[in-house]
């Protein structure tokens, strides 16, 4: 497909559990973001990656959270020891390098913690 | 440090009116990027307009037109005779170009379009 895919597009998990949660950038869109949506609110920034770096994980709320991609093009995000505070809608974006670009974003991930 | 506010919570109009959604924002760099998201009811974010701080220019595509004045720090968004397909939540968001690659967005405005 064309857009950035996410997956899976619901996940519920119990308290304390541990989680992945994937995304598929648009093919060539060398930075790729993980925000947080909570109910009612905007994006939340998490961590941005240029290649297969993280450039800034400056939005990581603690240690529990982590995310690579190792090639370059899908990334995981990863959250152990899940918490009910957790659950939200992850929202993946991708861009093409150089300043003047925008994000394109996947249809997100609701995570339900229970 | 950067910061997107959007004043408007909740916004009700009917159909064909016209509605301005405000954007005000906070940035310490020179060089920035404003951009305008619409989220539907499914969720996806759909990227609408982007900006540069070095152009002021107004921007019109159809129904939607922007108006960026970095004098107030605004880059306000005008639905011009609204239609119920326009319902949604609109974000405003920033990205500054020597302080790092986020995007900062403000909290949303939900617009309401009613028949």
């Known amino acids: 497909g064309a857009g950035v895919s996410q997956t899976p597009s619901n996940k519920v998990t119990e308290k304390g559990k541990y989680v992945e949660l994937r995304c598929d950038p648009i093919?060539?869109?060398?930075?790729l973001y993980w925000y947080r949506q909570s109910l009612g609110q905007g994006p939340e920034f998490l961590i941005y990656?240029?290649?297969?770096?993280?450039?800034?994980d400056s939005g990581l709320p603690n240690d529990r959270f982590f995310a690579v991609r190792p090639e370059g093009s899908v990334s995981t995000l990863k959250i152990q020891r899940t918490e009910r505070g957790d659950s939200a809608v992850y929202l993946c974006a991708s861009r093409l390098t150089g300043s003047n670009t925008e994000a394109f974003f996947g249809q997100g991930t609701r995570l339900t913690v229970v | 440090a950067q910061k997107v506010t959007q004043a408007q919570t909740e916004i009700s109009v009917v159909e064909k009116e016209d509605v301005t959604l405000d954007c005000v924002y906070e940035t310490r760099d020179t060089t920035y990027y404003l951009f305008w998201y619409k989220q539907p009811p499914s969720g996806e974010l759909v990227f609408l307009i982007r900006r540069n701080s070095f152009d002021e220019q107004n921007e019109i595509s159809g129904r939607y037109s922007w108006n960026f004045q970095k004098s107030t720090s605004s880059f306000n968004f005008t639905i011009t005779a609204s239609q119920v397909v326009d319902s949604a939540v609109y974000f405003c968001?920033?990205?500054?170009?020597?302080?790092?690659?986020?995007?900062?967005f403000g909290p949303g405005t939900r617009l309401s379009v009613l028949p």
């Open positions: 093919s060539g869109h060398t930075a």
């Open positions: 990656f240029q290649g297969t770096g993280a450039a800034d």
């Open positions: 968001a920033l990205r500054e170009d020597n302080y790092g690659q986020n995007f900062v």
